[in-house]
């Protein structure tokens, strides 16, 4: 007996929920009181007796902290479910200022800013509080760490134990409050190493305290300054209290020629920023900015950057990990443009098809990223045997892949919900590489001509026939979009190449 798709989504949210309930050693009952729920109500939902809502999706993300993953896997199965009719509406919204009784603090807003100024970084992060606990709020703690070289972490223990960070040239100020009612903040040293700084930001100073009381609401701002020395080219915030919105924002001088990518990670893997960077010109500097309104516990999002301009700062965030031999690590590369890489459940995941007509804006913005990326590739290597990228590749759990011929000249193939639907007896063994696994080549095994089946935005299906170079790159992206990875077709008794010698030549036929 098989099941639906829909069917399918409810029991990986059913699994999820009851997953976490355990890991976090709570009953049923013990749940539901938590969510504020009837005491035999997440027995029913976990038994499919009961169909989840939003609101018990958020309520049961909120108390587990599950780091989004319950979250996630609700929305995948309501995306499912109502996707089957237009005739079904959605839930009604929900109060998603509920709060499990005792959060405590959380942050409504954070905006964090860096800028690029002579030299120097100038960090600047503005944060509004809410206390929904049931005690004031005395303090705030602070960290701040400095990694010149993340890709060498040895390297930069050794750079940052002969320049250690200080604090006289951080130059820390503080302040809490709004318009006129604005209090310098106080404080106090809790951890000082080379690289790595927390601070106690104190709710109070010379002329006295004021502290954050139950139900009150306020704004912190705090300041630094880092020399470029000992700053690599990466900015991160790692979200420890629960958060509904953050903003990063990144300000350099436009004759740098930045170029901006993020990454997000989380419980389960380190893939791009699920939404695109935005940049404008202000002046003479380059603004880019991203936001989430849903940013998950636990997670981290890191935004790094080169300058591409001859005499701009130099951009230790791209210097590639070491094979050992001194020689760079290709893989680090690709990780640093933002390309998931092997080990990411992501990549072993079937990809979600889109909906078409319905989904076409959709569609067309994932192609828009997957060319992005592609056009990030193609400045830190030469492809000359074609290039393809699926969209599993980038973070995106979609249906489509773009794929560039060897001929520089021919246009991107887009693959939108593509299958294969025939292929040749006639095969041959040719080296494969693969993005999200760079370092390595292997032999497989693939038909010389396939017929493939995909969509266009408006639904309808066309069949398309590629042969040899063209077969085997479009043969690989869909793979991807399956879950599988060439070496999932590799013979048994083939060997991974590390040092593969006909790097630059296209295959022979």
Known sequence: MTTSPVERAADQFVTALAHWRVERGMSKKQLAARMGFDPSYVSHVEG???????????????????????????????????????????????????????????????????????????????????????EPVTRYLVKIAVDRYPNDPTGSNRHHRDNP???????????????????????????????????????????????????????IQYEYTISVEKWGQWFQRAVRLPTRRLTVRLDFPSSFDPQVWGVETSLAAEVPVRTPMERHNDGDRAVFEWSTDSPQLNARYRL???????????CPALAPESNGNGQPRASGQMRGIGIVQRGSELLRQRARHFQLPREAAAAREAIAALHAALGRLEQVHDFTKGVGLSAPQIGRSAAIAVVRPADRDAEPVVLINPRVVGESSDRDEQYEGCLSFFDYRGLVRRPLLIDVEHARYDGTRVITRFERAMARLVAHEIDHLEGRLYVDRMNAESNLVPDYTQSGRPWAY
């Open 48 to 134: 499919r007796r009961h169909k989840p809502t939003e609101d018990f999706a958020r309520r049961a993300e909120a108390v587990l902290g599950a780091g989004g993953v319950i979250w996630q896997r609700f929305q995948e199965y309501d995306e499912l479910r109502h996707a089957r009719s237009t005739a079904l509406h959605r839930d009604p919204p929900v109060p998603v200022q509920w709060l499990p009784p005792g959060t405590g603090l959380i942050v409504e807003r954070e905006v964090a800013e860096l800028a690029y100024e002579e030299g120097v970084y100038r960090c600047r992060v503005r944060r509004s509080l809410y206390n929904a606990g049931s």
């Open 304 to 314: 790094e950057w080169r300058f591409r301009a001859a005499g701009a700062p130099t």
């Open 165 to 219: 960070l200080t604090f006289d040239e951080l130059a820390l100020s503080a302040c809490a409050g709004e318009g006129t009612a604005i209090e310098p903040m106080q404080w106090r040293i809790k951890l000082d190493r080379d690289a790595s700084k927390e601070v106690w930001l104190l709710f109070a100073n010379e002329s006295g305290q004021f502290a954050l009381y139950p139900g009150e609401r306020t704004t």
